[in-house]
């Protein structure tokens, strides 16, 4: 198993958008989501991205377009590294889950990495076919879960705290949520405190303060949590320099 210290991995933003970039990597990240547009770029390897039901291979050449809030995972093929960029939009543009390989729409791609404009953003937003989202809405009982996390991350309330005020077990308020998101309710939280985390380092607060602002117990679950959905610590995912030890 390759450790995250060896990735060599870089941050660039800009309003709206948010570049990394990964080298060489075998690194494979668990089942998570984002809150903004994900398109994705294979420069070296292959990787294998699996959105909703649907697994992509995705080779060099190949983007890979995965909608806000949608859960999925993205993995070496057969433990062999691959390269990759990806940029994480803030966009009103409601698109599917969907793999492409097509020359030109790959070109305006390596623009916005080249030049990184708003300009050439929006080419490529533009650009991209404009199929529906396949994300469901999600039952009442799953929207008021998300919204008493987010309301409270540091003092979210407990499942069996949720499954009393919904008269369910807690058996079946998990597997509901599960259903909805694709995702258990601990992802879910986990997932919600790290996205916050970054938000407020990308804002320049100190890193003990966002710690205990997102909710963590301590620095080292702080630490371990964000590794772990990021292969960045916290004080790297601030500066945006290669990662050079994540330990």
Not at 12 to 24: A, D
Not at 108 to 115: C, D, G, K, T
Request: proline share 5%.
């Amino acid at each position: 198993m390759t450790h995250t210290r060896h990735i060599r991995q870089t941050f660039h933003r800009l309003p709206r958008l948010e570049l990394r970039s990964t080298w060489q990597s075998t690194v494979a990240y668990k089942r998570h989501c984002h809150p903004q547009l994900s398109i994705g770029a294979i420069v070296e390897g292959q990787t294998c991205c699996r959105c909703n039901d649907t697994q992509y291979i995705l080779h060099p050449g190949d983007l890979i377009v995965i909608p806000a809030h949608v859960p999925h995972s993205c993995n070496p093929v057969s433990g062999q590294p691959r390269s990759y960029h990806m940029f994480y939009i803030d966009t009103g543009f409601t698109l599917a889950d969907q793999g492409i390989r097509d020359s030109t729409l790959f070109a305006l791609y390596q623009n916005v990495f080249e030049n990184m404009s708003a300009n050439s953003l929006n080419m490529l937003i533009s650009a991209l076919p404009r199929c529906a989202s396949r994300t469901g809405e999600l039952r009442s009982t799953s929207q008021h879960i998300q919204q008493a996390f987010l309301a409270d991350l540091t003092s979210p309330p407990s499942l069996d705290d949720l499954a009393h005020r919904f008269s369910l077990r807690k058996e079946t308020l998990i597997r509901t949520f599960r259903q909805d998101t694709g995702l258990t309710p601990g992802s879910f939280l986990n997932i919600s405190r790290v996205e916050y985390a970054k938000a407020r380092l990308r804002a320049g607060d100190d890193i003990a303060d966002v710690g205990y602002q997102s909710g963590f117990a301590d620095q080292s679950h702080f630490h371990k949590t964000f590794v772990s959905y990021t292969a960045a610590t916290p004080r790297q995912y601030a500066t945006g320099r290669s990662i050079s030890d994540n330990k």
